[in-house]
C-alpha cells in the first residue's frame, strides 16, 4: 500500500486508507503543544485538518506499507516526515496503544485484534445461545 502525504491530504483520508487494510488497526494523527509552565501535551487532530493545517513545514511525499512493515518503522516513516502518528489496536470495543508490540508486523497487530475482538463476540454470541437454551428447558 501506498500512502501519499500531500500538503491537502485530510488526516481522515489517510486514516480510512489505512483502516481499509488493517480494520482491527487505526492510526491517530498527534500534534505537540507546550502549556504554559508545563511539559508538553500531545492532542488527537480532527479528520478533516489538512496535513498543511498540522505541521507546515512537513515534508510531502509517500509512505510504502507492507504487511511486514512494523508498527515502529510506520511510526518512523511519519516522523520522517515531520508528522507524529500512534497506531491501535482494536480489543473489543476498546483501542489500545501497540507501544508494548510496537515491534510487531502490522499484520500480526491486526490478526491478534481480529482473533481478540472475534473471539469476544463469538463467546457473547454462545452465552446468549446457552441462556436462551436454559430458559426454554425452564419452561
Do not use: C
Not at 31 to 49: A, C, F, H, W
Not at 58 to 75: H, M, P, Q, R, Y
Amino acid at each position: 500500500m501506498k500512502i501519499k502525504i500531500l500538503r491537502d491530504s485530510r488526516v481522515g483520508e489517510i486514516k480510512k486508507q489505512f483502516n481499509t487494510k488493517y480494520p482491527f488497526l487505526k492510526l491517530e494523527f498527534l500534534t505537540r503543544r507546550r502549556l504554559p509552565k508545563g511539559p508538553e501535551k500531545q492532542i488527537l487532530v480532527s479528520d478533516n485538518r489538512k496535513l498543511s493545517e498540522i505541521k507546515s513545514d512537513f515534508k510531502e511525499g509517500a509512505i510504502l506499507v507492507s504487511d511486514s512493515t512494523t508498527v515502529n518503522e510506520l511510526e518512523g516513516f511519519f516522523r520522517n516526515h515531520l508528522l507524529d502518528v500512534q497506531v491501535f489496536r482494536r480489543s473489543n470495543d476498546l483501542w489500545l496503544e501497540t507501544t508494548m508490540t510496537d515491534s510487531w508486523s502490522l499484520v500480526k497487530q491486526n490478526s491478534h485484534g481480529k482473533e481478540i475482538t472475534e473471539s469476544r463476540h463469538a463467546s457473547r454470541a454462545q452465552s446468549r445461545f446457552d441462556n436462551e437454551e436454559l430458559s426454554d428447558i425452564a419452561q
